[in-house]
């Protein structure tokens, strides 16, 4: 069965659904978009190390990009301090400050 609804002169057809059944549609539409993080080798991580250590030394401007929440972010500012024990950079973004945890960082340039 099939319900006719009139918006703005249009006519549009609608199935009858349980929200239940809309919920899993949409929740499959946003998995279909969620990205999984890349495996890192021990090559890049030594780069990205060596960029790190001059970045904090030169107080140069980088580009980070991290994984976040099934997706891929970048950030661009200055690396302020860099915490052994938590093992996350704190980012300068013109003076909005960011943490970002080392295992998620997936390139610096």
Known sequence: MRNIIRDRGNIKWT???????VAMLRDLKMSENNKSKPFIDEQQLEEM???ICYAIKSKSIVIVTYYKEYD???VMGSIEHYDIVSRCIRIDNKGVSLNIHVENIIDIK
């Open 72 to 74: 891929y972010k970048s």
């Open 15 to 21: 199935a009858m659904m349980l929200p239940e059944h």
């Open 49 to 51: 190390n060596e960029t």
